[in-house]
């Protein structure tokens, strides 16, 4: 093999080499980062790993909220017409919060299986709905905005 082909070779190599090492440290850091989303009814099949940052969606079940006298803390359910998931939450909730409409927890799955919400978003038009979301969740008729099955 001619030396400057030989040289071009390993270069080419080193180059992939180092390339390769640079995508798996930075997936391997993203990795903490991702927020997974998953429906209540994969929460009661035990798919949802706990003390991990996820993201669950559904409807408010009505006259599930409940809130301590004393300070922020509120205490609510969200369904996808399957099964319910339990969330605390200890900050002020968005305007559009309410029993009976679209939302979507951001926090961790406790031991216990109650989601410690760090963060709640109020769904904000009644007519629309991802179609990621849609076809994950079945929402039911009485939540306030969901999608239409």
Same mark, same amino acid.
């Given at each position: 093999?001619?030396?400057?082909?030989?040289?071009?070779?390993?270069?080419?190599?080193?180059?992939? @080499?180092? #390339?390769?090492? +640079?995508? &798996?440290? /930075?997936?391997?850091?993203? %990795?903490?980062?991702?927020?997974?989303?998953? @429906?209540? #009814?994969?929460? +009661?099949? &035990?798919? /949802?790993?706990?003390?991990? %940052?996820?993201?669950?969606?559904?409807?408010?079940?009505?006259?599930?909220?409940?809130?301590?006298?004393?300070?922020?803390?509120? %205490?609510?359910?969200?369904?996808?017409?399957?099964?319910?998931?339990?969330?605390?939450?200890?900050?002020?909730?968005?305007?559009?919060?309410?029993?009976?409409?679209?939302?979507?927890?951001?926090?961790?799955?406790?031991?216990?299986?109650?989601?410690?919400?760090?963060?709640?978003?109020?769904?904000?038009?009644?007519?629309?709905?991802?179609?990621?979301?849609?076809?994950?969740?079945?929402?039911?008729?009485?939540?306030?905005?969901?999608?239409?099955?």
């Amino acid at each position: 093999m001619h030396p400057a082909r030989k040289q071009r070779l390993i270069l080419v190599v080193v180059l992939v @080499a180092l #390339s390769s090492v +640079a995508v &798996g440290f /930075v997936t391997y850091a993203m %990795r903490n980062n991702m927020n997974y989303f998953y @429906a209540p #009814s994969a929460f +009661a099949a &035990g798919e /949802v790993p706990h003390d991990r %940052r996820i993201r669950a969606g559904g409807c408010v079940v009505p006259g599930s909220v409940v809130r301590e006298h004393d300070g922020l803390d509120v %205490r609510f359910a969200i369904t996808d017409g399957e099964a319910n998931v339990s969330v605390m939450f200890d900050k002020i909730l968005p305007d559009l919060f309410a029993e009976g409409s679209a939302a979507v927890v951001t926090g961790r799955l406790m031991q216990d299986g109650t989601l410690r919400a760090d963060q709640v978003l109020a769904k904000h038009d009644e007519n629309y709905t991802p179609p990621e979301v849609a076809d994950s969740m079945k929402i039911p008729a009485s939540c306030a905005g969901g999608a239409k099955s």
